[in-house]
């Protein structure tokens, strides 16, 4: 059976400094092209029916320093809409909202979780037919990409905030006895 299997970005200087990062278009630090050039040992003997990537360049980047070609541009691979939280940090938020998570409080002006999901769904459906015919990669950003796995096995998008994913990480979801299951989670 064929499976998807997830590709989160190399690192940035913003996701090096633990910063929201979606709409800015930030380039790999030269560990994060090192991280991507890994990828490739990791991905090998692996072939794709579909590569699929994100907008930004960082996952363009990713997959392409990890011997990937793309085959299509996903706006529905972009990064969770961070909004006003845009290139700040969790603990920064939280210091003027106490309690405050991005899995259950979203971010104003950008998405809020049920958003999200919404989004993934839509993704989701769009690469179900896709795995007839063959492994489809998606690669992208740790928060939709958490929301992308929780999703597929039915959890809500908030779900997603008990799957950690680091940069330069594969992870592979599958089937087992016909059900969607994570086979593999923040692998390097």
Same mark, same amino acid.
């Given at each position: 059976?064929?499976?998807?299997?997830?590709?989160?970005?190399?690192?940035?200087?913003? @996701?090096?400094?633990? *910063?929201?990062?979606?709409?800015? $278009?930030?380039?790999?630090?030269?560990?994060?092209?090192?991280?991507?050039? /890994? =990828? /490739?040992?990791? =991905?090998?003997?692996?072939?794709?029916?579909?590569?699929?990537?994100?907008?930004?360049?960082?996952?363009?980047?990713?997959?392409?320093?990890?011997?990937?070609?793309?085959?299509?541009?996903?706006? $529905?691979?972009?990064?969770?809409?961070?909004? /006003?939280?845009?290139?700040?940090?969790?603990?920064?938020?939280?210091?003027? *909202?106490?309690?405050?998570?991005?899995?259950? $409080?979203?971010?104003?002006?950008?998405? @809020?979780?049920?958003?999200?999901?919404?989004?993934? $769904?839509?993704?989701?459906?769009?690469?179900?037919?896709?795995?007839?015919?063959?492994?489809?990669?998606?690669?992208?950003? /740790?928060?939709?990409?958490?929301?992308?796995?929780?999703?597929?096995?039915?959890?809500?998008?908030?779900?997603?905030?008990?799957?950690?994913?680091?940069?330069?990480?594969?992870?592979?979801?599958?089937?087992?006895?016909?059900?969607?299951?994570? =086979? *593999?989670?923040?692998?390097?």
């Amino acid at each position: 059976m064929s499976e998807i299997i997830l590709i989160r970005h190399g690192e940035t200087a913003w @996701s090096a400094s633990r *910063r929201h990062t979606s709409y800015t $278009d930030l380039e790999l630090t030269p560990d994060g092209e090192r991280q991507a050039r /890994a =990828l /490739a040992g990791v =991905l090998t003997g692996r072939r794709f029916a579909r590569v699929l990537a994100s907008p930004r360049r960082r996952a363009r980047d990713t997959a392409e320093l990890a011997g990937l070609t793309v085959d299509e541009i996903d706006e $529905d691979l972009a990064e969770w809409n961070y909004g /006003a939280y845009e290139g700040r940090t969790t603990a920064d938020i939280q210091r003027e *909202r106490p309690g405050w998570t991005i899995w259950t $409080d979203g971010c104003p002006g950008g998405e @809020s979780p049920v958003q999200l999901g919404t989004r993934v $769904d839509r993704l989701l459906t769009r690469v179900a037919p896709l795995l007839e015919l063959g492994d489809v990669a998606l690669v992208g950003h /740790a928060h939709t990409l958490r929301v992308v796995g929780a999703r597929w096995i039915g959890l809500p998008a908030s779900g997603g905030g008990k799957l950690r994913l680091d940069t330069a990480t594969v992870s592979v979801l599958g089937h087992e006895h016909g059900r969607p299951v994570i =086979l *593999r989670w923040n692998g390097g």
